[in-house]
């Protein structure tokens, strides 16, 4: 079932490409750019909080028995790692999307002053 959605979901995308009309794409370009200013945003703070809670969460931990300390070292190390994978996609979201539009590669893409 996952397949199919995935492969409607990739002849969709090739069908908004290939109609080539100025509107479309320069939707498309506006929307990818909306969606990478928004990630820019909002990733950094998010891996800030994490790393917060998860030095608070461990410095708790030590606090109680081994059991708790043992959960608590677990919920810090996954909220660390979810700040890592979002800094990465921070990081990654602009050349990711240049590759689905070559043409913002040079331009201004990703800020809130973009305009196709």
């Not at 079932?1 to 320069?26: D, H, N, R, Y």
């Not at 996954?78 to 689905?100: K, N, Q, Y």
Request: charged share 10%; glycine share 6%; hydrophobic share 55%.
């Amino acid at each position: 079932m996952k397949t199919k959605i995935f492969a409607s979901f990739i002849l969709l995308t090739a069908l908004l490409f290939a109609q080539g009309t100025s509107e479309v794409t320069e939707r498309l370009i506006i929307g990818l750019n909306d969606i990478c200013v928004q990630l820019t945003q909002i990733l950094p703070i998010i891996a800030i909080v994490l790393f917060v809670l998860a030095a608070v969460i461990y410095g708790i931990g030590h606090v109680f028995g081994a059991e708790m300390k043992s959960k608590a070292t677990g919920w810090a190390t996954s909220m660390v790692v979810g700040a890592v994978i979002s800094l990465l996609i921070f990081l990654l979201a602009r050349p990711i999307l240049s590759v689905f539009v070559p043409e913002i590669a040079t331009s201004d893409f990703c800020t809130e002053r973009f305009y196709p």
